[in-house]
């Protein structure tokens, strides 16, 4: 009698086993599902939010139109300099159906290495190209690996150059204005966000 019922119990121990066995095997596969779905569904969020420029959106009433001066503590002597020549580009462009908004801010240049008597390079391989490329950063606030250079231009004289930039997934594409500094670097002086790159 003892034996029949030592057997009953390791029968029932051996069922209790084998199902906690077949949970842990559908369980495991399970939470690896779970956690899998869960990456993919962030993955595309994380990768707007690196993507999708951190600046604010300005329309075409930017204060670069207006003949007032920015109000602030410390006025900003590089883009008062510049103001007249940012309002007649804004102005030349106002009727452009290619431009978005334009944008200005009070940027400052970007630290060179360059001195003396500055000549523009447009050549990919030339410290100037990638002190621009460290402004046109600044100024539509990425990072260099989020945004690819399709054409760099002549601006409206020989010390200043348009940049045509689009962010690596090509949600965004801006033409980026830029002025040299003599001894201080290049300086962003408007950007105009568009639909396509036309140069």
Do not use: C, M
């Given at each position: 009698m003892a034996s029949v019922e030592k057997n009953g119990r390791v029968r029932k121990l051996?069922?209790?086993?084998?199902?906690?066995?077949?949970?842990?095997?559908?369980?495991?596969?399970?939470?690896?599902?779970i956690v899998y779905l869960g990456v993919k569904i962030s993955m595309p969020i994380i990768e707007q939010q690196k993507i999708e420029p951190k600046q604010a959106i300005a329309?075409?009433?930017t204060t670069a139109m207006e003949?007032?001066?920015?109000?602030?503590?410390?006025?900003?002597p590089y883009q008062a300099k510049f103001r007249d020549k940012v309002n007649e580009i804004i102005k030349n462009s106002i009727e452009d159906e290619n431009i978005i908004q334009s944008t200005v801010k009070e940027w400052k240049p970007t630290a060179t290495s360059q001195n003396g008597?500055?000549?523009?390079q447009y050549s990919f391989q030339s410290n100037d190209f990638y002190e621009m490329e460290e402004a046109v950063s600044n100024a539509?606030?990425?990072?260099?690996?989020d945004f690819s250079v399709w054409h760099l231009g002549r601006g409206y004289d020989d010390q200043s150059v348009k940049m045509f930039v689009a962010t690596t997934d090509l949600t965004y594409k801006y033409v980026v204005h830029l002025h040299?500094?003599?001894?201080?670097?290049?300086?962003?002086?408007?950007?105009?966000?568009?639909k396509e790159l036309s140069y």
């Open positions: 051996r069922r209790e086993r084998r199902g906690n066995y077949f949970f842990r095997i559908l369980l495991v596969p399970l939470i690896i599902g329309d075409y009433n003949s007032k001066p920015i109000a602030t503590d410390e006025p900003n008597e500055h000549i523009v539509i606030s990425l990072t260099k690996k040299w500094v003599e001894n201080e670097g290049w300086l962003p002086i408007l950007v105009q966000e568009v």
